[in-house]
């Protein structure tokens, strides 16, 4: 059987009143806001037997009238139930998972009135994110290491700095094996094909352009 109250006075029943009305309100704001992945419901706990007084995006199959849930009938006979119960996890009638949030409404007496409650259908969220995850996922390792950005000749200039810095020098200090081995780094990486791009090198090492060639294997130089 469901439980049942003492009697209210007429001050608390227009209070009560008060407090269910208002909640409607709520229900469809939310209802409208949270539309269509958030059934918002509101239960009417002084009568738990037909507690449902207004529900939006309906997700659950319930109708107006019907009774309260188990989280409704443990705040009905328990005055210091927690008044907010956030993001539990719950079941819809057809076994699709829910997030669920409720939140129990009390009169100036403290006694339980209503209970405004949120049920988040998860599935489609569940799908989306499973998909999402798929879709981004890498598994290929790629011969070469590639970047999107432009290719422009100061791009030359930067790679030479970067060799040079990991071995603690500069281009122009760097010696003879380690100039032929940045260049050799540089046309293995495409560098050399772009515009200008010895011109650039010979700038950076501070050597002729010429010279540059010498960096390169015979079968490589143009």
Same mark, same amino acid.
């Given at each position: 059987?469901?439980? /049942?109250?003492?009697?209210? *006075?007429?001050? =608390?029943?227009?209070? %009560? ?15 409208? /806001?949270?539309? #269509? ?13 037909? &507690? ?7 997700? =659950? ?16 006979? $328990?005055? +210091? ?18 997030? =669920? /949030? &409720?939140?129990?409404?009390?009169? *100036? ?13 998860? &599935? ?14 890498? =598994? ?9 950005? #432009? ?19 500069? #281009? ?20 050399? %094909? ?5 011109? $650039?090198?010979? /700038?950076?090492? +501070?050597?002729?352009? &010429? ?12």
């Amino acid at each position: 059987m469901m439980p /049942t109250r003492k009697p209210l *006075s007429g001050h =608390s029943t227009d209070e %009560n009143a008060l407090l269910l009305r208002e909640g409607e309100k709520i229900v469809a704001a939310l209802g409208q /806001t949270l539309a #269509p992945l958030v059934e918002v419901v509101l239960h009417d706990l002084t009568r738990p037997e037909h &507690s449902v007084v207004a529900i939006a995006n309906n997700l =659950s199959g319930r109708q107006v009238g019907d009774a309260a849930t188990e989280m409704g009938l443990a705040r009905v006979t $328990d005055s +210091g139930f927690p008044e907010v119960v956030a993001n539990y996890p719950n079941r819809f009638p057809d076994g699709r998972p829910a997030k =669920s /949030t &409720s939140i129990g409404l009390k009169n *100036s007496a403290g006694e339980y009135v209503a209970a405004l409650c949120l049920n988040m259908d998860v &599935s489609l969220i569940g799908a989306v994110t499973a998909g999402l995850g798929q879709l981004i996922q890498t =598994s290929t390792t790629a011969p070469v290491t590639e970047t999107l950005a #432009p290719r422009a000749a100061g791009g030359v200039r930067e790679a030479l700095e970067r060799f040079a810095a990991t071995r603690n020098t500069t #281009p122009i200090g760097m010696t003879l094996a380690q100039r032929r081995e940045a260049v050799r780094e540089l046309a293995a990486n495409g560098h050399l %094909n772009l515009r200008h791009a010895l011109a $650039d090198v010979a /700038t950076t090492l +501070g050597v002729a352009r &010429s010279t540059v060639y010498t960096y390169l294997p015979a079968e490589e130089r143009p």
